[in-house]
């Protein structure tokens, strides 16, 4: 696709229960990245996926968070087990291979809200 | 440990008013990246500028200008003659030659006042 697409825009859910978010990224975009935006705050690293496996998974606050990418291109984040403090934006952005490790631009989706009631 | 501050949590200025950003950082790799990017209220991220650590040429893109003093640790972001369509949150964010990992600053709001 023409951006990073990012599913749903919105989640409201109880404490508790199952979430899972999806990322489209552009289209050839081998790099895929999850990032979670409290409010007022910046985005924070969760993982990084290069083609399918996560290369690094260190910004995963604990094992409730998991994240898959099982053909390379779209990715899914699946948060169990949900407590209020989940509640965020849970932005995904991705980048080109041509592009230098390091230097990276990255193109960001819009987010998908998850507010935990 | 790499770090971002955005001491300005929120600035309003009238419309046509310059404007500058502030953005310190701290990092301990001597090749690194800097980085500016624009929230809307859409909540995309919308890339504004990357700057390398060898490179403290300042640059003019427009309305826009950046003033990179690796001997401060200072990426200032400077808007002239604001405009509305300016407003959003605005965030400076630092990575690591070959680390994955953008560290981001808290941001600053800015409101411009028609």
């Known amino acids: 696709g023409a951006g990073v697409s990012q599913t749903p825009s919105n989640k409201v859910t109880e404490k508790g229960k199952y979430v899972e978010l999806r990322c489209d990224p552009i289209?050839?975009?081998?790099?895929l990245y999850w990032y979670r935006q409290s409010l007022g705050q910046g985005p924070e690293f969760l993982i990084y996926?290069?083609?399918?496996?996560?290369?690094?998974d260190s910004g995963l606050p604990n094992d409730r968070f998991f994240a898959v990418r099982p053909e390379g291109s779209v990715s899914t984040l699946k948060i169990q087990r949900t407590e209020r403090g989940d509640s965020a934006v849970y932005l995904c952005a991705s980048r080109g291979s041509g592009q230098l490790s390091g230097a990276n631009v990255l193109t960001f989706g819009a987010g998908s809200r998850l507010t935990v009631l | 440990a790499q770090k971002v501050t955005q001491a300005q949590t929120e600035i309003s200025v009238v419309e046509k008013e310059d404007v500058t950003l502030d953005c310190v950082y701290e990092?301990?790799?001597?090749?690194?990246?800097l980085f500016w990017y624009k929230q809307p209220p859409s909540g995309e991220l919308v890339f504004l500028i990357r700057r390398n650590s060898f490179d403290e040429q300042n640059e003019i893109s427009g309305r826009y200008s950046w003033n990179f003093q690796k001997s401060t640790s200072s990426f200032n972001f400077t808007i002239t003659a604001s405009q509305v369509v300016d407003s959003a949150v605005y965030f400076c964010?630092?990575?690591?030659?070959?680390?994955?990992?953008?560290?981001f600053g808290t941001g600053t709001r800015l409101t411009i006042i028609p």
């Open positions: 964010a630092l990575i690591g030659f070959g680390n994955e990992k953008l560290t």
């Open positions: 990092t301990r790799d001597t090749t690194y990246y």
């Open positions: 996926f290069q083609g399918t496996g996560a290369a690094d």
């Open positions: 289209s050839g975009h081998t790099a």
